[in-house]
């Protein structure tokens, strides 16, 4: 891993001068760079890997906004102070209250604006709910995979005749006595390095989770665990940030999940519990409150015997869960494990035929009574099972982490004595989140809700100063 390294020179020279430097290429890199377009100002956006995928290619795509057109089709009311409250409350009040009003407030315009400037097809996911929403408000494609976000992204970003440096990892940023960022240092995979001076600075390359020094300090009850996000994510963003005398905030948070198919590494979404399906250990027994998050799930599965778990679920949870491409994938690949009867699960998985028909039985009366059970989950709305009964085994993983750099209202980079760096912005994982500092306040698309909302007011705000 190249040292991430901040540098002042007096009067800096490059080889190359653009009026705005964006790094990454994911969800939040490609819309500041839109949204800089649409002001008038062509920026250039720089990528470490040879095609532009970031952690957006490995999620699931969907991005959380209330009071949206495509919620009012489907007649869902939903506003962004309902959203507020929402994000707060899963953060336990922790996450920053004007961040979380910023990001609520931006997020469905931005959506629609990306619908109207760009042709994304946007739907709402309309058939059943992530744990923490009040409303039906996750919007994604038609694959409802992130590698549909950030290719269509990527698409609409040629069209516009933005830019994009492929294979050039950013390790340096250079500013002068003033503190202002001038520009940076790319390196090429050759071993050269290009200087690029910008009048204006995105960070948008995510967050720390592939650094594995950065989660052991902030997360180590995941410093072991498969890490499922871009291996690219190293926290260059916080290591400036240190450098520069940044405010650092909720470094500890962070989005895990519990439902990641294991040998397969194939995420599978968490509507196949939400819908009324549980978790078992291997001895067949369930071992948590599933309905808390799939954030949470990342630690409660490692707990587990062997670090692995099983989702059990049936075939009319699975015919929804189809709509993922990442489910559709996992069925391609053998995860998914289907049996008519509940014994005969048992002996496809190999797990206590006694111990995982008590567990069955024990959901199925609480779903009947429509109670909380011993870990406190509500069954009043949980649909039975019923055969053919299906089952994926899965393990916990690190996705992202949640903390990172403090911004402003036009996303500036704070710093630790209260002023802001003028030129410098930050969007997606680079940025602060809105899960406060623990895993459990991961509220479902918080990752792509940051990276959406500031990449567009980064985007905006960059091409203002750069102009």
């Not at 991005?63 to 707060?88: L, S």
């Not at 403090?406 to 030129?423: E, Q, T, Y």
Request: one cysteine or more; hydrophobic letters at 45%; proline letters at 5%.
């Amino acid at each position: 891993m190249t040292e991430a390294r901040v540098v002042t020179e007096a009067d800096p020279a490059f080889e190359t001068e653009v009026p705005v430097a964006i790094i990454g290429a994911g969800a939040a890199g490609l819309i500041a760079a839109l949204s800089c377009r649409a002001e008038g100002i062509e920026p250039l956006v720089i990528e470490r890997d040879p095609v532009p995928r970031g952690s957006t290619s490995l999620s699931a795509g969907l991005i959380p906004a209330a009071g949206t057109r495509f919620q009012r089709e489907r007649g869902i009311a939903d506003d962004a102070a309902t959203f507020a409250v929402d994000i707060q409350r899963k953060a336990h009040g922790q996450a920053d209250p004007a961040l979380v009003a910023l990001v609520s407030r931006n997020v469905a315009p931005a959506i629609e604006w990306l619908a109207d400037a760009h042709a994304l097809p946007f739907s709402v996911v309309h058939d059943f709910d992530y744990p923490g929403h009040s409303n039906r408000r996750m919007h994604g494609l038609p694959s409802r995979s992130g590698a549909e976000l950030v290719d269509r992204l990527r698409q609409a970003a040629e069209q516009a005749e933005i830019p994009i440096l492929t294979e050039a990892h950013v390790t340096t940023l250079v500013r002068d006595p003033s503190g202002a960022i001038r520009g940076l240092v790319a390196e090429r995979p050759d071993g050269s390095a290009e200087r690029i001076g910008a009048r204006a600075v995105v960070l948008a390359c995510c967050g720390y989770g592939g650094n594995k020094a950065l989660v052991r300090k902030y997360i180590p009850d995941l410093a072991d665990a498969l890490y499922f996000g871009h291996p690219g994510n190293e926290g260059e963003a916080v290591l400036w940030g240190e450098q520069l005398g940044a405010t650092l905030r909720d470094m500890t948070g962070h989005q895990g999940h519990g439902s990641v198919a294991h040998p397969q590494g194939i995420l599978v979404s968490w509507a196949v519990i939400m819908e009324g399906g549980f978790q078992v250990n291997l001895d067949g027994d369930r071992f948590w409150n599933e309905s808390s998050g799939y954030s949470e799930a990342g630690v409660a599965v490692l707990r587990q015997r062997e670090g692995v778990a099983w989702d059990i679920f049936d075939a009319r949870i699975a015919g929804i869960t189809r709509q993922f491409e990442d489910f559709r994938q996992a069925e391609a690949q053998g995860a998914v494990i289907t049996a008519p009867t509940i014994e005969e699960l048992a002996a496809r998985t190999k797990l206590p035929a006694d111990r995982l028909r008590a567990s069955f039985d024990a959901v199925e009366r609480q779903k009947r009574a429509g109670t909380r059970d011993t870990f406190g989950r509500d069954w009043s709305r949980g649909a039975p099972l019923t055969a053919p009964f299906c089952a994926v085994r899965v393990t916990g993983a690190l996705f992202h982490s949640q903390g990172g750099l403090a911004i402003d209202g036009r996303a500036r980079v704070r710093l630790a004595d209260g002023w802001v760096v003028p030129n410098l912005f930050a969007a997606g994982g680079a940025a602060c989140g809105v899960s406060g500092p623990e895993a459990s306040g991961y509220l479902s698309g918080n990752g792509l809700l940051t990276a959406v909302a500031l990449g567009r007011i980064a985007g905006r705000e960059a091409a203002k100063v750069a102009g």
